[in-house]
């Protein structure tokens, strides 16, 4: 018998749901004369192609830090090549029954996935999936007649309402209860060994987010020590250090959400703030866009209000250019996309700044933008950058509505009064100040080597809400 752990979007040890009950059932039925372990991770070819460089080094630096982990209990971390079905039927090969465990992953293709491997174990084996991703399991919390929200509000009312320590409390994954069964790994052949991935992060790729554990508890735990009380205060300027960062360890599980919720009530029971709780609003938003993309898959391809797939978009490759690059003369939504260029990371405000900027002004498709961040974010997560595409495009669920359009003079001078987070990305405008900074004069621009605006914001503004319109009408 082998007994596999398939780490995923989970590369930790500690607090992880399937690690815990993979352990509990080596204490009980590991034979050392027969049994073997394998732990293992799947290096997918084809989607690392998809993926850009900050992003795979991120996740190698995670990989790395497991490794040393499990090397601490004597076992080792195998990471295979190949897709997650090839990989399954080569491990078959050595042996005539297989225990697989691993966390489940709630976006539909994944689920595809999981799906293909439980029939391929099924005539050989047994695959035990389990929750570590969210609090509450997509399906599990429905409205009173049964069916899916689909508005935020509702959602984190019954959320909240049925939330309880027992949901996020730790699960006991200590490897010390089974280091005495470390001399009995399963070792396959060809696979990508540890000094293979360190050579990966010799890499010259400038990135603002480390990988691992300990570098995940850094930022939790300085977020947490004093600036989560000035969260619902500071969250929306850009050039305040006033975010907890920990998206990208979130969706690589590196920490756990049930960690995060722990900490954010403990928080709460030793000092009262609107701070924390703005803080947990937003980790339900990102289990209210789970459960949107589960039972909702065809947000995959399409928008979630489906008639605004019909929406004639410009799509002018030219302009998508410029807004990819930071050049469309708008100063804060070009240093938003710097510093998604820059760092593999954007603030969540210029997130919303620059999709509707897209969407909006540009009348770009904003499939197109959702994929430029997929390929760029280190902290990509399908359903929360879907649901966040959608809602500054107004074709999602909750969405902005499409004729409330941000103006992005009065964006940034709202959110970034000083012009000191447009400064810090876009260095040719560091010498001018007040109005200047948000809608420099179209003398200054040329010496400055800065364009001039790509588009009349309110020209285009007028041109959007006729197209939202059209498409209105044509559904009734």
Same mark, same amino acid.
């Given at each position: 018998?082998?007994?596999?752990?398939?780490?995923?979007?989970?590369?930790?040890?500690?607090?992880?749901?399937?690690?815990?009950?993979?352990?509990?059932?080596?204490?009980?039925?590991?034979?050392?004369?027969?049994?073997?372990? #394998?732990?293992?991770?799947?290096?997918?070819?084809?989607?690392?192609?998809?993926?850009?460089?900050?992003?795979?080094?991120?996740?190698?630096?995670?990989?790395?830090?497991?490794?040393?982990?499990?090397?601490?209990?004597?076992?080792?971390?195998?990471?295979?090549?190949?897709?997650?079905?090839?990989?399954?039927?080569?491990?078959?090969?050595?042996?005539?029954?297989?225990?697989?465990?691993?966390?489940?992953?709630?976006?539909?293709?994944?689920?595809?996935?999981?799906?293909?491997?439980?029939?391929?174990?099924?005539?050989?084996?047994?695959?035990?999936?389990?929750?570590?991703?969210?609090?509450?399991?997509?399906?599990?919390?429905?409205?009173?007649?049964? #069916?899916?929200?689909?508005?935020?509000?509702?959602?984190?009312?019954?959320?909240?309402?049925?939330?309880?320590?027992?949901?996020?409390?730790?699960?006991?994954?200590?490897?010390?209860?089974?280091?005495?069964?470390?001399?009995?790994?399963?070792?396959?052949?060809?696979?990508?060994?540890?000094?293979?991935?360190?050579?990966?992060?010799?890499?010259?790729?400038?990135?603002?987010?480390?990988?691992?554990?300990?570098?995940?508890?850094?930022?939790?735990?300085?977020?947490?020590?004093?600036?989560?009380?000035?969260?619902?205060?500071?969250?929306?300027?850009?050039?305040?250090?006033?975010?907890?960062?920990?998206?990208?360890?979130?969706?690589?599980?590196?920490?756990?959400?049930?960690?995060?919720?722990?900490?954010?009530?403990?928080?709460?029971?030793?000092?009262?703030?609107?701070?924390?709780?703005?803080?947990?609003?937003?980790?339900?938003?990102?289990?209210?866009?789970?459960?949107?993309?589960?039972?909702?898959?065809?947000?995959?391809?399409?928008?979630?209000?489906?008639?605004?797939?019909?929406?004639?978009?410009?799509?002018?490759?030219? /302009?998508?250019?410029?807004?990819?690059?930071?050049?469309?003369?708008?100063?804060?939504?070009?240093?938003?996309?710097?510093? #998604?260029?820059?760092?593999?990371?954007?603030?969540?405000?210029?997130?919303?700044?620059?999709?509707?900027?897209?969407? /909006?002004?540009?009348?770009?498709?904003?499939?197109?933008?959702?994929?430029?961040?997929?390929?760029?974010?280190?902290?990509?997560?399908?359903?929360?950058?879907?649901?966040?595409?959608?809602?500054?495009?107004?074709?999602?669920?909750?969405?902005?509505?499409?004729?409330?359009?941000?103006?992005?003079?009065?964006?940034?001078?709202? &959110?970034?009064?000083?012009?000191?987070?447009?400064?810090?990305?876009?260095?040719?405008?560091?010498?001018?100040?007040?109005?200047?900074?948000?809608?420099?004069?179209?003398?200054?621009?040329?010496?400055?080597?800065?364009?001039?605006?790509?588009?009349?914001? &309110? /020209?285009?503004?007028?041109?959007?809400?006729?197209?939202?319109?059209?498409?209105?009408?044509?559904?009734?």
């Amino acid at each position: 018998m082998l007994y596999a752990f398939w780490f995923r979007k989970d590369l930790r040890i500690i607090d992880n749901n399937a690690l815990s009950v993979f352990i509990d059932l080596l204490e009980n039925k590991f034979n050392p004369s027969c049994d073997r372990i #394998l732990f293992f991770y799947i290096k997918n070819n084809d989607k690392f192609n998809y993926y850009g460089k900050k992003r795979v080094k991120f996740l190698f630096e995670c990989l790395v830090d497991l490794e040393n982990s499990l090397k601490k209990y004597g076992f080792d971390l195998i990471i295979l090549n190949g897709s997650a079905d090839e990989v399954i039927k080569k491990i078959f090969n050595d042996f005539d029954s297989i225990t697989l465990f691993a966390n489940k992953q709630f976006e539909p293709y994944c689920i595809k996935r999981d799906n293909l491997i439980a029939d391929l174990v099924r005539a050989r084996g047994t695959f035990h999936l389990f929750n570590d991703a969210v609090i509450s399991e997509p399906g599990s919390l429905l409205k009173d007649d049964g #069916l899916p929200y689909t508005v935020y509000t509702p959602y984190k009312k019954k959320f909240l309402n049925l939330l309880n320590n027992h949901l996020y409390k730790e699960h006991n994954s200590d490897l010390a209860r089974i280091k005495k069964f470390s001399n009995h790994q399963y070792e396959p052949g060809r696979r990508i060994t540890i000094k293979d991935i360190a050579r990966k992060l010799t890499q010259n790729e400038s990135v603002f987010f480390k990988g691992g554990r300990k570098e995940a508890l850094k930022l939790l735990n300085n977020f947490l020590s004093d600036k989560i009380f000035e969260y619902d205060r500071n969250r929306d300027f850009p050039s305040l250090n006033a975010t907890s960062l920990i998206s990208p360890h979130l969706h690589f599980g590196t920490i756990s959400i049930r960690e995060c919720f722990r900490l954010a009530f403990d928080k709460i029971k030793n000092k009262n703030s609107k701070g924390v709780e703005v803080w947990i609003s937003e980790l339900i938003w990102r289990e209210f866009y789970y459960q949107i993309a589960f039972h909702f898959p065809y947000v995959i391809d399409g928008a979630f209000k489906k008639e605004y797939d019909n929406i004639q978009w410009e799509n002018d490759n030219d /302009k998508f250019v410029r807004w990819c690059n930071g050049l469309t003369g708008y100063p804060i939504v070009d240093a938003g996309m710097r510093q #998604l260029l820059k760092e593999g990371w954007m603030h969540n405000r210029l997130r919303m700044i620059t999709a509707m900027f897209l969407t /909006k002004d540009l009348l770009i498709d904003w499939k197109w933008g959702e994929k430029f961040f997929a390929e760029h974010l280190i902290d990509l997560d399908f359903a929360n950058n879907n649901g966040g595409w959608q809602w500054s495009a107004s074709t999602g669920c909750d969405a902005q509505p499409y004729f409330r359009i941000f103006n992005p003079y009065l964006q940034s001078k709202k &959110f970034d009064p000083e012009g000191l987070y447009i400064k810090k990305y876009l260095p040719e405008l560091s010498n001018l100040n007040g109005d200047l900074i948000h809608k420099p004069e179209l003398e200054l621009l040329k010496p400055l080597n800065y364009p001039p605006p790509i588009v009349d914001h &309110f /020209k285009m503004k007028e041109l959007a809400i006729s197209k939202y319109k059209e498409v209105i009408k044509f559904k009734n």
